[in-house]
């Protein structure tokens, strides 16, 4: 891999189908990989409505509508997370 973009999972990207066309539209241009962030949101937004998708979830969204593109998650902490459940998520 060369060049790769990072996603975040929340407000306008919290939403699979968005992060599935943008993937699409980042291997259309070019990019050798697409990558999301796993983070627990907190702070000022907690609360406000903001919207949020689990990465493995919308990677697996992505991953029907690329060909080529590397997908992963920037850090997946699989201590805070039931295991069976991402291996769920990821198929």
Known sequence: MRFGIYMPNFGYFGDARTI????RD???AGWDGFFM???IILG???GTGLSYVD???ALSAAAMQTERIQLG???TPLPRRRPWK???ETV
């Open 26 to 28: 980042a291997e259309q």
């Open 37 to 39: 962030w796993d983070h």
């Open 44 to 46: 000022p937004w907690v």
């Open 20 to 23: 599935a066309n943008l993937a």
């Open 73 to 75: 998650a920037l850090i």
């Open 86 to 88: 991402v291996a769920r």
């Open 55 to 57: 990465p493995w979830v």
